[in-house]
């Protein structure tokens, strides 16, 4: 683990890491610091604001689905839960089109070559989600095949726990990211380095 | 069922609940296979697995304490179930599992046994479904197939090293503090 | 059902690779699953590689194509799978033989319960253990919503692959009601790890049955629904007919099963050849086809759903007659004790103790025991010690099978058509990959 790159969101002040849905008012983040102070704690000017909030409405995912994971992730673009409600259910197949990376399965180690190469193809501002307890750690398959966690190899904003997550819990993922990202944090990978 | 007595290379026959087990000897698998396939009826091959019996008697395996020398009761632990399993005639056990598309669904399981570094003939010719099977017990466990027309890995890696379902590659992964994998 | 391949071993000489396995066979000569581009245009420049790779826009996983290209027709091709190993054989010798039914469910991931089916049938088999009656009907309706739920995943799919891209939304929604219907009996929509070594976890909760007759009734409308907007569809039948085809006698030789065994014209389901649970006891049809292209396949798949439908209604007829019945065994050196006995019974106490810490002990023997999931006879094969961990598990996989047969099926096509060639086959990663 890289300690000097590695930033924290406490380490921008920030006391608790949950967020809760966008309300009228200002989020969980803005409230725990105020909002002043937030923008300027963060240097975030008002086109920033908009630049992002533009970014959040439309963040478009890649059809990366590798295992089980990826029922649950096709069945958030259907019609109960939708997902087009935020935007996002324009799948891109081409990573080069695709800002967000949700890595919903197992990753073999055969794999781990070809999503190194599809997050490298991807343009800057990009996301990553390990979604399900195999992308975030390797989940029950601690053995020779599987990569242990997918931040092994790619920089990860959200991890979704269970096996696989109700399509609800990839919402909140998704939302959490949003609203990370309206209130400053930037993506992982200027955050953090891939750990070892 | 049948004489199965006829079948090239024959050995033995086992039956165990509800299956008949013919152990064929290794260097006339292909013609045992041909034999079952045309004379037999058994039209497809379901499977082909390889077994590795690794240490099978020799430790006492999964829990066991066993000994040779028999039951001591006041061993704790066992419930005085100590037996060693009976030794297996050789390291790996090579399964195929064959099936006949007719009435009662009847199927048989041809069985050779092989040492390490032996190879068996392949038995693609005799079923095309052959093909991917057995490059995947070569990948796994290690066995050559002469004759196969493309054995390379399939599954794992092009230059993985190792064979890992055999019983002394270990499991891998990383180590975690609580795990009930001895 | 009587397809017999003509007497090519008695020959006096072994057929050597290079020759056909029979004379009409489009099994392709020097590899059974691999395409060779052919002599006359392999120096020139027409031909033009192309990587399908495991990341791509099919969602059926992560398959690899290698696909030679002369123009739009495929001249060569080259299946690459492994990209989705998990090694689940190895992890499973590591636990024991409860805790590792959790395994299998996730090899198939979109017919779960039919792989942790077939892994506790073979642990039953080998333990000679009693089901009740209640807990195989239960296990019966619960794999026949798989089935209807796995071919409404494989038709969103491919017709979404196909350009028909509305159905999948039709499909998920009749899904998300039997997802429903598994939160309601297991607690969770994928993966219930609802079976158990001698029955179920759990009892059907209540209001189950309502429910379930629901959807039954809601089910024939909906398949309805299918037909129309794809059956009628010229572009639909013009993509599909004539496309892909696999020959019976090819199909049995490449080890299919299922579906694409079924569309081929050969007439054989493990659920009436080779009964296993309680399919003597339920009426259902088979539906066989003879074309063995991608449109019998689709067809065989969509009867198969409304003959799954009223499986599902003749089980809930039946289990509602069964109130009060158990539904796990009654041998206690396998199953746990009900939680109630644990404060009053010292017995019941170390039973669950040593069952859940060291495992109950499955009498050594090796077993293959198969059933026929959506995807065709999935079957695994058990190697016990004895012990409380198993010493071997091989799980025989339909969709490894099927992929065999992409080479054959796929020979002078077009690209377009290998799109609905590999839909149809309706081949799951994890299945192939284990």
Redesign the interface.
Known sequence: MADAKTTRLRDYGLQSERLLWPTKGPSKFEEELGVEELEQALGITTLDKAVRWAQTKSMWPDTFGLACCAIEMMSIVGSRYDLARFGMEAFRSSPRQADLLIVSGRVAHKMAAPLRQIYDQMLEPKWVIAMGACASSGGMFNNYAILQGVDRIVPVDIYIPFCPPRPEALMEGIIRLHEAHLAGIPPAYERKEVAT | MNDFAKVPGYVSTTE??G?T?VVVDRGSI?EAC?FA??EL?F?????L?A??YLE?AEKG????IGTAAGRDLNMPMTQG?Q?L?DAKPARFSL?Y?L?A?????P?L?LQCWLEDGETVDSV??????A???ER?QFD?MGIRFD?H??LV?????DDWEGH??RKD??????P?RF???? | MTATLPHVGRARRWPMVGDPIYEGSRIPTRVPTIVDVPAALRETDDVLQVNFGPNHPSTHGVLRLIVDLDGEQVVGLSAVIGYLHTGFEKNMEQKTWWKAITYPERIDYVGYQNNELVFVLAIEKLLELEVPEKATWMRMLMCELNRIHSHLVFLGTSALELGAISMFWYCFRERETILDLFELVAGQRMHTRYFQAGGLAEDIPAGFYPEARSFVERMPHALDDYLTLLDRNKIWLERTQGVGLLSADDAIALGQSGPVLRASGVDWDLRRDAPYLAYDQVDFRVPVYNGGDVYDRYRVRMDEMAESTQIVRQCIDRLERMEGEPWIADDRKVVLPPREELHTSMESLIHHFKIVTEGYRVPAGEIYVAIESPRGESGCYVVSDGGPRPWRVHFRAPSFAALQATATCAQGSLIADLIAIVGSLDAVMGDTDR
């Open positions: 165990a609940y299956e087990t292909r041909t396939r045309d009826g039209t497809m091959l379901s499977d697995v077994t590795d099978w395996v999964s829990g066991y179930l037996a399993p399964s599992h099936l598309l007719r009435q009662g669904a199927r399981r693609v010719t005799v079923w095309p479904a093909d991917w099977l995947e796994l004759g027309p493309n890995r399939l599954l794992m890696d890992p379902l590659y270990p499991l891998g992964g990383e975690v795990s009930s994998a001895e």
